[in-house]
């Protein structure tokens, strides 16, 4: 069993930067993929970044240049460094385990966090 947990969200202002940390508990994560994800009120939980077991690193478009996705095996731990945000990037912030699949769909995951809000104000 793994266990994901998030943390590191908060209120910034739009510009500001972030950094979320994504912790598993029990299992390694090291040999797995690991996603970020992000749900706003009234919309459906979409994709933000990716980051295979051998680093290789995928985004989603709307994040492309200002997050950054890396990991720290001996740590873990996943993180998400989030600069020059938006109003619209203002979500909870779901990690989850990346078990197969494309790297963009919530089903290709199987392990979820609790989430973490982070508000953006303008």
């Known amino acids: 069993q793994v266990v994901p947990v998030e943390s590191g969200g908060g209120l910034v202002q739009a510009g500001g930067s972030l950094r979320l940390s994504c912790a598993a508990s029990?299992?390694?994560?090291?040999?797995?993929?690991v996603g970020w994800f992000r749900q706003a009120p009234g919309k459906e939980r979409e994709f933000v970044a990716n980051?295979?077991?051998?680093?290789?690193?995928y985004y989603a478009d709307s994040v492309q240049g200002r997050f950054t996705i890396s990991r720290d095996n001996a740590k873990n731990t996943v993180y998400l460094q989030m600069n020059s945000l938006k109003p619209e990037d203002t979500a909870v912030y779901y990690c989850?385990?990346?078990?197969?699949?494309?790297?963009?769909?919530?089903?290709?995951?199987?392990?979820w966090g609790q989430g973490t809000q982070v508000t953006v104000s303008s």
């Open positions: 989850a385990r990346h078990r197969s699949g494309g790297a963009s769909y919530t089903s290709s995951y199987d392990y």
């Open positions: 029990g299992r390694t994560f090291s040999t797995y993929g």
């Open positions: 980051i295979r077991n051998g680093g290789r690193t």
